[in-house]
């Protein structure tokens, strides 16, 4: 016997996707919790993650520029012979010095007094050149050592080539300078004056009465430069780093560099 199509008697319709919608908004509802329960810990994490990242780089950086003052200012020290002739401290921040850049043994001189059938006075020489980078007229000027023993020292007017005085390992040059030295040269050493500076939190360069030109990060807060009290002919340096992050402690660093202080 055939049964009628209809509803069960004593039971009633369920309306189509009811069921179904209740279940999605309980599982929202539960996302949402989980979200407000996990979403502030994770954030709260990164954040202190970011300021770790944060603090690891200003520390870095911060450790860096006190390694370039000291490798800076240690080896034009060096090179130089500490403080006296050739550097000498200005103020608290600011290192004066004729910083050496190469020396020159001795080819051949020709010395011109300036008569009337000659150019102007003056000095060519050619020369076996060893040094930083090769001598230049706008930045040097030049240091003679003399046969009677004494320092003579001239303005330098040019610097080319000079391939006949070339020796392995020295560059041959032709120099020229504008003065007459009192007695024959035997040696040539050359200078470039400039000025390092403890300014605008960084250790900066100035050439001549050029702009001071940043060498580090700009990572020091405050900065002292003066002679050493127990080895006049070395520099004592002290430097406030910045701190790794606002509100923290500044570091400091202190250290002395050449003339064997």
Known sequence: M????????????RPAGSGRAGHTVLEGLLVCLLIALVLPPL?????????????????????????????????E???GGGLGEH??????GVLELRAFRGSGTICS????TGGELESAPGVVATIAYLGTRLPDPQKD??????T???LWRSALAGASGAEDCAVPGRRGLRITLTEVPPASPILFRFF????YHLANQALRYRLGRGGRQPLTPERIGAGALYPSPSAPASLRVRLQLSPDLPGHTPRSAEFSVGGGG
């Open 192 to 195: 470039e004056r400039g000025e």
């Open 43 to 75: 954030l709260s994490g990164l954040a202190a993650s970011r300021r770790s990242a944060e603090a690891l780089v200003r520390r870095s950086e911060a450790n860096a520029t006190a390694r370039a003052v000291f490798v800076v200012t240690g080896e």
């Open 77 to 79: 020290l060096r090179r």
């Open 141 to 146: 000027s030049v240091e003679a050592v003399l």
């Open 2 to 13: 055939r049964r009628a199509k209809g509803p069960i008697p004593g039971l009633s319709p």
């Open 109 to 112: 001189v020709a010395t011109h």
């Open 148 to 150: 009677d023993g004494r």
């Open 87 to 92: 550097a000498r401290v200005l103020s608290a």
